[in-house]
């Protein structure tokens, strides 16, 4: 085995780790009353504290046949869903940045999309108490960050919340009601410090792009026509991941588009 596959190994274990850890965000922080420390893991049903052996990222989930060992209530797959994709998100990471404070930056803001993309889906809010320590966190770590200078970091978190901003303004003064939430607002910001500038266009383009698919779906789906509401987070977190992994072919890909469009 050489050093490279097990580094990847250790990093997909301990993402399976932090996963474990981000589905007890992903209930408890929604939560104002809740401790996302304080009890220790149970089962929401019957409260049947888990033992180490139920409480295996995955694994667990596989042995159990996805049920609570006490009262049989299924458990929910989203469980090893978001074991298996922080896992995946945590290799990614080593594999893109190697081992490094900006990979081990970038796991951190994974760590926060995974939470945002599940908390949006549930309940349609994005929490402050993310967004907002991670658009000064994403400005920050670009003073260390070896992919984002800090001039595009400050650039995208200044014009990516004003972006949004101007959007829902505009919505609300002809439409006269919200489109878009405050939250996604923050959390454009928060991307922009992360990611710069440069991704900006890109992840309005694609989180648009699919998020107006998602809307047509639950329109069908939902039959409210115009009242129709979804989540606008998961699409924004979706693309800002895209652009993360693979910024450098979406880069070139900009180059020849422009080259094309202007030869």
Request: aromatic content about 14%.
């Amino acid at each position: 085995m050489t050093p490279e596959i097990f580094i990847l190994i250790i990093a997909a274990l301990f993402g399976l780790i932090i996963g474990s850890f981000l589905n007890v965000v992903i209930l408890r922080l929604p939560d104002e009353n809740a401790s996302i420390v304080f009890p220790a893991s149970h089962c929401p049903k019957c409260g049947h504290n888990l033992s180490w052996y139920e409480n295996i990222p995955v694994l667990s989930y596989v042995i159990l046949a996805g049920k609570c060992k006490s009262c049989k209530t299924a458990i929910s797959f989203q469980y090893p869903l978001v074991e298996l994709l922080t896992s995946l998100l945590a290799v990614a990471c080593v594999y893109r940045f190697g081992l490094s404070m900006t990979a081990a930056g970038y796991f951190i803001f994974c760590a926060a999309l995974v939470v945002i993309i599940w908390i949006d889906i549930h309940h349609q809010i994005i929490p402050d108490v993310i967004s907002l320590p991670g658009i000064i966190l994403g400005f920050l770590f670009s003073f260390i960050n070896t992919a984002v200078t800090w001039k595009s970091s400050l650039i995208g978190l200044l014009v990516g919340g004003g972006v949004l901003y101007v959007i829902a303004l505009f919505y609300f003064l002809i439409r006269k009601q919200d489109g878009m939430g405050g939250g996604d607002i923050k959390l454009l910001a928060m991307l922009g410090a992360f990611l710069g500038w440069q991704s900006l266009p890109f992840i309005i383009l694609v989180s648009s792009f699919t998020g107006t698919i998602g809307g047509l779906v639950a329109m069908i789906e939902q039959r409210k026509g115009g009242q129709t509401r979804i989540p606008f987070g998961p699409f924004l977190a979706g693309a800002a991941l895209i652009y993360l992994f693979f910024m450098e072919e979406i880069h070139q890909l900009y180059f020849w588009y422009l080259t094309r469009s202007f030869s």
